[in-house]
């Protein structure tokens, strides 16, 4: 009964924590990174009641055992996704402030959009996180505890969701740092070649320094973009 409590209290301190924080953060003005600290908050709290109802719904006996445990199995792969995604939310939001603080493009652009460049830290930045995401989903479809057909079927429907987002994002990075490099974006199917390809787009990519200055693709990232003067607030005051 004590550690049942024990459950309840977390769970319903964690709920206001990240309420409170959601609250705050539709009350505040629109900053840049918002929508990453945003997007981080809802998550979590989405997560949450998935990782400790089963638990307080056991120990109080709501539910009979067996349900509560069948139930978690089940939820579990979606339970560590959305804690793993949250987590690289988190670090959008910090590579958000980053840019904001060197005037540099939004974090969205540079993970969702195919056109512009984007330097090797942000490459890097992305391969990492989506290394460590792709792990926690493939070590979901593979564990060998997670037996029951709930759990192996919300693993896949997990897998399947998360895969086409996966592979946009990692073209769209990709794409954008052969950019940098004042090379055409199909060179992302180098990486198709056996061996040789995954080393070169690693070392072309991830080591390899942009272009100088602007190119066909674009202003150089890692200069900050120039500030454009506001044309119709001069113009009325030569008036």
């Known amino acids: 009964m004590l550690q049942g409590i024990q459950y309840h209290a977390q769970f319903w301190s964690y709920m206001l924590l990240y309420g409170v924080a959601l609250a705050v953060l539709l009350s505040t003005p629109r900053f840049r990174g918002k929508g990453w600290l945003m997007a981080f908050v809802v998550i979590t709290l989405v997560a949450q009641p998935f990782y400790y109802l089963p638990v307080i719904l056991d120990r109080f006996k709501l539910v009979s055992s067996s349900f509560s445990s069948s139930f978690f199995e089940a939820i579990y792969p979606v339970t560590r996704l959305l804690y793993v995604v949250g987590d690289g939310i988190l670090v959008a939001f910090i590579l958000e402030l980053r840019s904001a603080m060197k005037g540099r493009q939004a974090v969205g652009k540079a993970l ?68 940098d490099l004042d090379k055409s974006g199909w060179w992302v199917l180098i990486g198709l070649v056996p061996i040789v390809g995954g080393f070169w787009v690693l070392i072309e990519n991830g080591c390899i320094e942009g272009t100088k200055g602007p190119n066909r693709f674009g202003p150089n990232p890692n200069e900050a973009e120039p500030d454009i003067p506001d044309v119709r607030a001069f113009a009325t005051s030569r008036l």
Do not use: E
Request: proline content about 4%; charged content about 10%.
């Open 112 to 179: 969702f959009s195919f056109s512009g460049r984007v330097p090797r830290h942000v490459y890097w930045v992305a391969l990492l996180t989506m290394l460590a995401i792709n792990f926690r989903v493939c070590a979901d479809l593979v564990d060998p505890t997670r037996n029951s057909s709930y759990s192996v079927t919300m693993s896949w429907i997990t897998y399947l969701i998360w895969l086409p987002i996966a592979m946009w994002i990692s073209l769209a990075v990709q794409i954008k740092r052969w950019h």
